[in-house]
Nanobody, 120 residues
Framework: VQLQASGGGLVQSGGSLRLSCAAS????????MGWFRQAPGKEREFVAA????????TYADSAKGRFTISSDNARNTVWLQMNSLEPEDTAVYYC??????????????WGQGTLVTVSS
């Protein structure tokens, strides 16, 4: 499975960005896609995840109310709409797909990451 993430960039505090992640290859072996992020000097953390069918989704507390994850199973693409961005959201955002575990764990394949920078 190959993942291509895009949509990162520089935005001012309070602004919005929409990340996308397109999956190709043996995606049928997976059932979920998640977004994670890693800020400088910090460990990678979970942001949001969704099943390919869109029937289940979950968010980290930091994302609730500001971020929206959505999926298009036919296009093997997942989006992360991020609103009300804050400088603390600055990080490299990674998409991943998985076949086991919960929506927050058990990811097998990872994209290359896209940088989101939020200026104050």
């Amino acid at each position: 499975v190959q993942l291509q993430a895009s949509g990162g960039g520089l935005v001012q505090s309070g602004g919005s960005l929409r990340l996308s992640c397109a999956a190709s290859g043996r995606t049928r072996s997976t059932y979920k896609m998640g977004w994670f992020r890693q800020a400088p000097g910090k460990e990678r953390e979970f942001v949001a995840a969704i099943t390919w069918s869109g029937g289940r989704l979950t968010y980290a507390d930091s994302a609730k109310g500001r971020f929206t994850i959505s999926s298009d199973n036919a296009r093997n693409t997942v989006w992360l709409q991020m609103n009300s961005l804050e400088p603390e959201d600055t990080a490299v955002y990674y998409c991943a797909v998985g076949s086991i575990g919960s929506l927050k764990t058990g990811y097998d394949y990872w994209g290359q990451g896209t940088l989101v920078t939020v200026s104050s």
